[in-house]
């Protein structure tokens, strides 16, 4: 998701139409289109040894139509979850080494696809685009996925990576989201130290967990749209997996 410039980020944030003629909305429209930032989770409703196939998993993601009306869906993908979920490299922190072999263990059947809210401007950098995935686990190994990934946060709040151009440091902070799912933390990273990733924009993203379900949602530096994209993720794994009211 890096490099996305910052576009009209302002007013792409969960678009249900465009902005302008060119068929993207108004700052107006956005003002009214609800965002929403919280949903229920399904513990003590629900099985939580209960597991799911990667089919089912997938006939659960997000439609690409809950984020905007002209959005689309590629890189749809399924199979075994077995490696960390992006934002960091955490190879030269040794605090958080314990935490990253133990998050680096989990595995669960998955299925995820990527979500452009404006698919005809594809030429344009600062459009968001959303990456989303749904992982199946235990609910206490979900769970102790959640809590994994903010205690590596927590260890490693700056690491230091090599890159062919030169070495960059990525600053990371973890923060508990409440009322999204059983539990919820919002990631956010920002890099400095060339020319791509000078440190002033972060990089979002969303980590929830409902059941034994984790729905994970990147959306570069659109926060906004990382937590209300997680969110209708969230509900709808409520309603479509345990199928709660």
């Known amino acids: 998701m890096r ?4 576009g009209c980020a302002a007013v792409l944030l969960l678009a249900l139409t465009g902005c302008g003629d060119g068929g993207r909305a108004t700052t107006a429209e956005h003002t009214r289109t609800p965002k929403p930032t919280t949903a229920a989770g399904v513990d003590g ?3 939580p040894r209960k597991l ?6 997938k006939a659960a993601l997000l439609p690409a139509k809950a984020v905007g009306v002209r959005a689309d869906t590629l890189n749809a993908t399924t199979g075994l979850y077995n490696q960390h979920y992006g934002g960091g490299d955490w190879g030269t922190c040794a605090p958080g080494a314990k935490a990253s072999r133990e998050l680096f263990s989990l595995r669960g059947a998955s299925a995820g696809h990527t979500i452009r809210p404006f698919p005809g ?9 959303v990456s989303q995935s749904l992982v199946s686990m235990r609910a206490g190994r979900a769970g102790r996925h959640v809590e994994l990934r903010r ?10 990576v090599d890159t062919d151009a030169a070495p960059v440091v990525e600053h990371h902070t973890a923060e508990k989201l409440p009322g999204l799912g059983d539990e919820a933390i919002l990631e956010t990273t920002r890099t400095e ?3 791509e990733h000078d440190g002033e924009t972060p990089y979002y993203k969303v980590e929830v967990r409902v059941g034994g379900v984790l729905v994970l949602v990147d959306a570069g530096p ?3 749209l990382a937590i209300s994209s997680a969110a209708k993720a969230a509900a709808r794994v409520r309603t479509e997996l345990y199928k709660a009211p």
Not at 123 to 128: K, L, N, R, T
């Open 151 to 160: 205690q590596l946060h927590q260890a490693c709040p700056s690491v230091t």
């Open 121 to 129: 401007a594809m030429a344009d950098e600062g459009d968001p685009v």
């Open 3 to 6: 490099g996305l410039g910052a």
């Open 45 to 47: 409703e629900a099985d």
């Open 193 to 195: 130290g060339d020319d």
């Open 222 to 224: 659109h926060k906004d």
């Open 52 to 57: 799911f196939t990667d089919a089912e998993l």
